[in-house]
């Protein structure tokens, strides 16, 4: 069975720009979440969803957004770029909110 | 106080020795546990997780739960060089994640 799946492998932005991450979940989990892991720390938590709603947020500014889809994939958006937004962003999914997370290989972020 | 912490070490064994790994937490009403490994430039793999108080084994894997003393570990069995990785430890459905301990094994 197909992992957890993240859209693109690497990105590489400029301050101000916007950027839009993707996840698909494992099939039959119906929660993903969002985590940010800058080198040398563990991954924050950002966003929970389960079933398209929002079921956490972390304590990330406004800028930060995502949303999950019918079919339960799901996107990170990032608006106004900032330096210290690099980072390895990792999705995670669960069948449901109370389950056992499991990562995708993550997309890192670089903004110059 | 951090959430969760946990030793960033490295933490050092030669093959065959067993690892522990420790984790304390602060949240008293936490109910979930949970150990990542993750290779240098991989993502977290989940490796355990522990719900209630005592010992949960899974092969050479064992993770240990004190509640009373806000305390989680995971102990590693007959290490191998493929062992070696950062142990992170994560507490509740919204993980929450210590910085991780890194393991070494020397052959």
């Known amino acids: 069975d197909a992992g957890v799946t993240q859209s693109p492998t690497h990105l590489i932005k400029t301050r101000g720009q916007q950027v839009t991450l993707r996840c698909s979940p494992i099939?039959?989990?119906?929660?993903v979440s969002w985590y940010q892991q800058v080198l040398g720390q563990g991954p924050q938590f950002i966003f929970q969803?389960?079933?398209?709603?929002?079921?956490g947020r972390g304590n990330f500014p406004d800028r930060f957004s995502a949303r999950q889809f019918p079919n339960y994939s799901s996107e990170l958006n990032v608006n106004a770029l900032l330096l210290g937004d690099s980072a390895l962003y990792l999705c995670?999914?669960?069948?449901?909110?109370?389950?056992?997370?499991?990562f995708g290989p993550g997309t890192r972020l670089t903004v110059l | 106080q951090k959430e969760v912490e946990q030793n960033s070490g490295p933490l050092s064994v030669p093959e065959g020795a067993i690892a522990s790994l420790n984790c304390t937490y602060s949240?008293?009403?936490?109910?979930?546990f949970f150990w990542y490994r993750q290779y240098s430039g991989k993502s977290p793999e989940l490796i355990m997780f522990?719900?209630?108080?005592g010992d949960k084994e899974d092969g050479r894997f064992t993770a240990q739960l004190n509640k009373a003393s806000q305390y989680v570990s995971l102990l590693i069995r007959d290490s191998q060089p493929s062992d070696s990785a950062t142990y992170l430890c994560?507490?509740?459905?919204?993980?929450?994640f210590g910085t991780g301990t890194r393991l070494l094994v020397s052959p």
């Open positions: 995670a999914s669960s069948e449901t909110v109370y389950n056992e997370q499991f």
């Open positions: 099939s039959g989990h119906k929660s």
């Open positions: 969803y389960y079933e398209k709603e929002e079921r």
């Open positions: 949240d008293r009403g936490s109910q979930s």
């Open positions: 522990i719900y209630s108080n």
């Open positions: 994560a507490v509740n459905q919204k993980l929450v």
